[in-house]
């Protein structure tokens, strides 16, 4: 059974950072591409990055680039997100799809359930 578990989480204020982890078991994630994306109340979840199971090829979505970064050595999957801004709680998901590709969460076939961050001001 595949499994992805978050962590790292929690309250930062402003400007801070966080290194989230995603630990993902049950099977070989050779060939997958593994991703964060995020939620915030009330508003539709959103890509943050992704990257190869290799290691290659991260990419990130324009309002994160030079702020987060996104790597891995096999497991976990590390999100280390800097330079935060001031939001509502807003809960980062690990998730995982088989090949390259598409980024649209409706690729993705396994997911965590989530790890929240609060930034305060």
């Known amino acids: 059974q595949v499994q992805l578990v978050e962590s790292g989480g929690g309250l930062v204020q402003t400007g801070g950072s966080l290194r989230l982890s995603c630990a993902a078991s049950?099977?070989?994630?050779?060939?997958?591409?593994m991703a964060w994306f995020r939620q915030a109340p009330g508003k539709d979840r959103e890509f943050v990055a992704s990257?190869?199971?290799?290691?290659?090829n991260a990419y990130y979505a324009d309002s994160v680039k030079g702020r987060f970064t996104i790597s891995t050595t096999v497991s976990p999957v590390y999100l280390q997100v800097n330079s935060l801004i001031p939001k509502k709680t807003t809960i980062y998901y690990c998730?995982?799809?088989w090949g390259i590709g598409s980024i649209n969460y409706n690729n993705f076939n396994y997911w965590g359930q989530g790890t929240h961050v609060t930034v305060y001001s």
């Open positions: 998730t995982a799809k």
């Open positions: 049950g099977q070989t994630f050779y060939g997958y591409t």
């Open positions: 990257i190869l199971w290799s290691g290659d």
